[in-house]
């Protein structure tokens, strides 16, 4: 298994941009996770899908983040519009549901200037 | 609020020491996991705990979940470069399936 693949794994854009991050869960895995990374933060949970449908998105942050999950292998978490303090790394998580173990992708380095 | 708190936070030692991390909460979870990052990656699972006072090893390194279900360590033994990374505890709530992380104690092992 190629494990969660994230794209792009960089992402440089300018304030106002839109940005949207893609991920593929391992196959089989029911659960996935978007996190968002800072140095000041930690790792902060975002928004998470069981069998596609969104069950909380109590961290994202505002309206200017969305998140959808049209099948079981796909993910997109968009930014619209960006700000430079959404600067961050972005990881992708799947898990099999009640497996509290998580395998994640290598992430999207997120910078907006 | 955080719920997770892992001490230390930065800890650099030489090839050969032993060392233990901690992973406090004043919360009960169901389980605990512990992952390692390096630079530029995901966290990589290590281990998951779930009875209180479980003990498991995985090579040099021993986790600990405490008999509260509060609390766990990572005790390392004879650490070796390869062991710098940013260790990360994680801890999940029944079956609600969403795991809160600790902020995480950067270790350095100089050869």
């Known amino acids: 298994d190629a494990g969660v693949i994230q794209s792009p794994r960089h992402e440089v854009t300018e304030m106002g941009q839109e940005v949207t991050l893609r991920c593929k869960p391992i196959?089989?895995?029911?659960?996935l996770f978007w996190y968002r990374q800072t140095m000041m933060r930690g790792l902060e949970l975002l928004i998470y899908f069981n069998n596609n449908v969104p069950i909380d998105d109590s961290g994202m942050p505002e309206d200017r983040f969305s998140a959808k999950m049209p099948n079981a292998s796909f993910s997109t978490l968009k930014i619209q519009p960006s700000e430079p303090r959404d600067s961050a790394v972005y990881f992708c998580?799947?898990?099999?549901?009640?497996?509290?173990?998580?395998?994640f992708g290598s992430g999207t380095r997120l910078t907006v200037v | 609020t955080q719920l997770l708190e892992q001490s230390p936070q930065f800890l650099s030692i030489q090839e050969g020491e032993n060392l233990t991390v901690y992973c406090n909460s004043s919360s009960v979870f169901s389980s605990l996991q512990w992952y390692r990052q390096e630079p530029g990656e995901g966290p990589v699972l290590l281990v998951t705990v779930v009875t209180g006072g479980e003990v498991k090893k995985l090579k040099r390194l021993t986790f600990q979940f405490g008999d509260a279900r509060k609390d766990s360590s990572l005790h390392i033994t004879a650490a070796q470069p390869g062991d710098t990374g940013l260790y990360l505890c994680?801890?999940?709530?029944?079956?609600?399936?969403?795991?809160?992380f600790g902020d995480g104690t950067t270790l350095t092992v100089k050869p």
């Open positions: 196959s089989g895995h029911n659960s």
């Open positions: 994680a801890g999940a709530h029944g079956n609600a399936g969403k795991s809160t």
């Open positions: 998580a799947s898990s099999l549901r009640r497996d509290p173990g998580y395998t």
